[in-house]
């Protein structure tokens, strides 16, 4: 098969990070066409590549690409989406799918009419530590997983202009629907099928976001596991920065994705009142490459899951983090919101990523309260 040929749609701050990954595998790849309706965006990302079309509109794209990596303001992704699916274009569509269940469905609906390769961009997914630490914990070899807790803190601010459609509604969320998505899709797809959860999210100290920049989330599953997410775009200082724990049964593994290694605490001593341990020692069982980004932060490596998007197109293989795959974390996100508006416990009954039954395209029957 020729090299695959890709749109760049959106050519903001975002697009850069999967410009990163997309030249580490630029001999896989051809990007022949580029569009963001700032003229000058788009020619400056078309500089750094092979002479591609260059375009304001991405309807006039359609000719030049036989798929479309969709990185535009969340409220435009089920419009543009569908449009490329329509003329039988796959499309890579960067996180939250979209804004509303319906229009994720409608979007879920007309690529798997058109026979179109629909791919939800969860990078976390791909990244070989993660893969690496999902076979560990699948093995059984450190037994059964207790509780995992997913870490990120950072510190995101406004831009010096004021129209910044991030800051604004255009969203569909606060900072637990742009970013904790990733999260609790890793989390679904480590524990498996959740039960019940709740969510508290605050706009302390992040007063220029709409919705919340700090959020807390845990959930139950039917294993009987416990999973946390903890994020904040407030973050003044930091030690974890961006880190995944695992409790199991016979140690704890952590993913400490700066130094991009996975490391086993297995040597603590039983707790003994008035006693604290001061020593944690551990071993690394894994080291990846550790690639940067240019300015010295862990790389996201978005090529790998370019990688993947590419495979399933060639193949017909079902991306791991399909339509319906993302639909039911933002499923999840929905209910722990609804149920923290009327402060109860949310039901996340049928909300795993295998419980979207194939023939049931349908809206979720919602109900906030776990009986």
Not at 169 to 175: K, L
Not at 360 to 368: A, F, G, K, Q, T
Request: aromatic fraction near 10%.
């Amino acid at each position: 098969m020729e090299k695959l040929r890709l749109g760049l749609i959106g050519c903001g701050g975002m697009m850069g990070t999967h410009a990163q990954g997309i030249n580490a595998i630029s001999d896989e790849l051809e990007i022949t066409a580029v569009c963001d309706i700032n003229l000058e965006q788009a020619e400056n990302v078309a500089s750094f590549l092979n002479s591609p079309y260059v375009t304001t509109d991405y309807k006039t794209m359609v000719d030049y690409v036989d798929a479309v990596l969709v990185v535009l303001p969340h409220d435009l992704h089920y419009e543009c989406g569908f449009f490329f699916a329509r003329h039988k274009k796959h499309i890579l569509m960067e996180k939250p799918l979209c804004n509303t269940e319906e229009e994720c469905l409608r979007l879920i609906s007309v690529c798997e009419e058109e026979n179109v390769v629909l791919m939800c961009a969860y990078p976390v997914r791909f990244y070989p530590a993660m893969v690496k630490l999902k076979e560990l914990v699948d093995s059984g070899e450190y037994g059964k997983v207790i509780q995992m807790s997913i870490w990120t803190e950072q510190l995101t601010k406004p831009r010096a202009y004021k129209k910044m459609w991030g800051l604004s509604s255009r969203a569909g969320g606060g900072q637990f629907f742009r970013h904790g998505c990733h999260y609790v899709d890793v989390l679904l797809w480590f524990l498996g099928n959740p039960v019940k959860g709740s969510h508290i999210g605050t706009r302390v100290g992040t007063p220029w976001l709409l919705g919340e920049g700090t959020s807390a989330v845990v959930m139950q599953f039917e294993n009987g596991a416990i999973g946390y997410h903890g994020g904040t775009w407030g973050a003044r200082g930091t030690k974890l920065g961006y880190d995944f724990q695992i409790q199991t049964e016979k140690g704890m593994l952590e993913y400490y994705r700066y130094d991009d290694e996975i490391r086993l605490y297995s040597k603590s001593a039983e707790h003994i009142p008035g006693v604290v341990e001061t020593s944690f020692p551990y071993e690394v069982i894994w080291r990846g490459a550790n690639e940067k980004k240019l300015d010295g932060s862990p790389s996201k490596n978005t090529q790998f899951e370019v990688l993947h998007f590419m495979d399933c197109i060639k193949t017909g293989k079902r991306p791991i983090t399909d339509g319906r795959a993302a639909i039911q974390s933002l499923r999840v996100i929905w209910a722990l919101y609804d149920a923290e508006k009327h402060n109860t416990m949310a039901d996340l009954r049928g909300m795993g990523l295998e419980q979207f039954d194939s023939a049931d395209l349908v809206p979720y029957r919602w109900d906030s309260a776990c009986e």
